[in-house]
């Protein structure tokens, strides 16, 4: 790490997975903005859809997902159902227009669902919406829960690319986390999935938990090198006990300092970087030849609720509790509660609950911020006639960035804000820095990294 660099560690600012954040969401907005934005998705227009499944068979104590522990099916199957009505009203709604262009399911942990849930799910998308033989279908699943059956049902469904959470082989951090996995365990996931021909694997791990070290968080790096992943997310846990209260469960006095996560964090990725994959955006790596990789040299790099994607659909369709859709300018949430969620459904009605609409000029400032953030570039020209006359001056935004250029985080390249090449990772540093939105509502926002 930069000794430098130290003075942006300590700020929390937004992911930008959306534009503006969804703290600004409100209950004024709600279905029927829903169904009105549904209705001008064009007739040849991609859509991406996002499955929550909320359910896991444990709870690990970092986790900020919105999540239930169960396991007992029968509270599992009603959830699965109002599920299935949520797809055929929204298709409904959206009159067969546009096209799928990637399906994910998430969570929760997608593969607590029975194979045959799972498969009634892939149908009512496919009877509904529409799926090519090459439209791709990704599932985040517990290799703890991974068996040559489950694996052998779910490639024979289509399912296409297939995620899991890492996070740290150390037995000692996996203690502190309550998410207890070996290495072998793993291996053995990933063995079986190999088997049944699957060539997009994608892990997370996340750096800044209890008794993390630089050399025991190497040696999982180095282990996950040696299974060759195709994609890797490397995640700054964000800790907000007072906002999500199992976070309490761990034990803050063992935590690495900011300044230590960051040398965590940077000693990673130059491992990653060393062995072969390239960085994504500023927290993804993945191998050369994958779709994500040649989407990012190429400059079609996009970014979603889901993190850095190929997918370029605009539109993303949120199935479940709690999921979010955006389309074009609106991003509306459903309910995050299970029964408030299907309640409405039962009376054929949509569950979102909340959002918000996008003024012309956030909309366009959000592309040109995702722009930033996926190809570490960004026209000045283009910022200053978004942000119009209300906005800082061009000698104000130069000002503003001053300490970026002095500390050797951006440079200039006649118009454009160039991201250095050893300074990704602080790329969203740069953006908050020229986001009229951040402000003290991002207090529960991550670290900067």
């Known amino acids: ?65 919105n999540m239930r522990v169960e396991n007992r099916y029968e509270r599992i199957s009603p959830y699965v159902e109002a599920l299935s009505r949520e797809i055929e009203m929204v298709s409904e709604r959206l009159g067969g227009r546009g096209y799928i262009s990637h399906v994910h399911f998430g969570g929760g942990t997608p593969n607590t669902l029975h194979a045959a849930d799972i498969e009634r799910l892939i149908t009512g998308i496919e009877e509904h919406f529409g799926l090519r033989d090459e439209t791709p279908v990704a599932m985040e699943i517990d290799p703890r829960l991974c068996s040559d ?29 309550n998410r207890v996995q070996s290495y072998e365990m793993v291996k053995n996931c990933f063995d079986l999935l190999r088997g049944a021909g699957v060539r997009d694997i994608s892990v997370d791990l996340l750096y800044g938990l209890p008794h993390q070290r630089l050399e025991t968080f190497r040696q999982t790096v180095e282990q996950v090198i040696e299974l060759r992943p195709e994609r890797i997310s490397l995640f700054g846990y964000a800790h907000m006990p007072a906002r999500i209260r199992h976070q309490r469960m761990i034990p803050e006095d063992h935590m690495p300092s900011r300044e230590m996560r960051t040398v965590i964090s940077v000693d990673a990725a130059k491992l990653f970087e060393e062995a072969g994959y390239d960085r994504i955006g500023f927290d ?21 609720f889901q993190g850095f994607t190929e997918d370029r659909a605009r539109n993303v369709l949120g199935f479940g509790a709690s999921a979010i ?3 074009r300018g609106l991003i509306v949430q459903n309910a995050k509660e299970i029964p408030a969620y299907m309640k409405p459904i039962e009376q054929r009605e949509l569950p979102t609950e909340r959002g918000l609409i996008a003024t012309e000029i956030e909309e366009a400032l959000g592309e040109w911020l995702k722009r930033l953030l996926c190809d570490m570039r960004g026209n000045l020209n283009r910022y200053l006639e978004i942000i119009q006359a209300d906005g800082p001056t061009r000698e104000e935004i130069f000002s503003t960035l001053s300490p970026f250029e002095k500390d050797g985080i951006v440079y200039y390249e006649g118009d454009d804000i160039v991201i250095s090449e050893d300074a990704k990772a602080l790329v969203r540093s740069v953006a908050a820095a ?5 402000s003290s509502e991002y207090r529960y926002a991550s670290p900067a990294v």
């Open 284 to 304: 993804h790596f993945a191998l050369p030849d994958t779709p994500i990789a040649i989407a990012a040299r190429e400059q079609r790099l996009n970014r979603n």
């Open 1 to 65: 790490m930069q000794t430098h660099w130290q003075k942006y560690l300590g700020a929390n600012i937004p992911r930008y997975t959306s534009y503006p954040s969804a703290l600004g969401f409100s209950s004024d907005v709600g279905a029927a903005a829903y169904e009105t934005s549904l209705q001008k998705i064009g007739q040849y227009e991609p859509i991406s859809l996002y499955m929550h499944i909320p359910f896991c068979h444990q709870l690990c104590w970092y986790c900020g997902c």
């Open 325 to 327: 859709s955006t389309v």
């Open 149 to 177: 059956l489950q694996v052998a049902q779910l490639v024979k469904m289509g399912i296409k690319r297939f995620s899991m959470g890492l996070q740290d082989f150390d037995p000692e951090v996996q203690a502190a986390i």
């Open 434 to 438: 020229l986001d009229p939105h951040v």
